[in-house]
């Protein structure tokens, strides 16, 4: 089953196993390209992602111990899966109890992979914002160290669009400024390269123009987008 011939209720709920981190292998790999190529479906996961962004933010990192998934499973009297077993079972919809599942495993345990991509990966992101109708989809080759981005939607403004990259620390580096529409295509300084990874996202802010990345931005971010690896 594809994003696209699926019922509003799966795409939603599809939609919200990404924003969760619970699809893995072929299956979230299709939803990925479905979310760079499907306007309507990358604002249902950056929905999901608004949702439920302050609850990961109010729950701090504990890694689980090795008798946590016996123990829930105890308590609810059902046998729960492994964290790696979390998937869009053969390909079809997740079921609403299923996503609620996952939604409460992701409340009590976050572990955020902060390794850089591998050369045999590529990150992806898109984002979005307060702009109506601004779109950046964002494609990171990590053997070329290339940045790829393509913009729609950028309105006409006497400030320059600057990139960052925002990693787990929270502080933004400059990553340049870009194009205002097309493409951009920027080799990502060594320094940086290891910051773009899961626990990282990458941030539009409207800057002064100027020939050199800023040290740190001056005006709130515009956009933002999740970083996702391929």
Known sequence: MTVTDQTPD???EMAGALALGLLEGPVRAAALRQMLADRDFAAEVE???TRTGDLFDAVPEVPPPATAWDGIAARIGASLPTPAALRWWQGGAIGGGALAAGLAVAL???????????PSSFAVAQLT????????????EPASATLRLRTTGMPD??????LWIVPADGVPRSL???ARAGETVIIVAEGHRSLINPAASFALSMEPRAPVPHSKPSAPMVARGAIDIL
């Not at 955020?112 to 991509?117: C, E, F, G, L």
């Not at 914002?129 to 990171?140: Q, S, T, W």
């Open 157 to 162: 403004t006497p400030t320059s669009p600057e």
């Open 47 to 49: 929905r999901w992602r």
């Open 176 to 178: 340049g400024q870009i």
């Open 10 to 12: 799966d795409r939603t």
């Open 129 to 140: 914002g307060e702009i109506a109708g601004l779109r950046i989809a964002a494609r990171y």
């Open 108 to 118: 009590v345990w976050q572990r955020p992979d902060t390794a850089p991509v591998q």
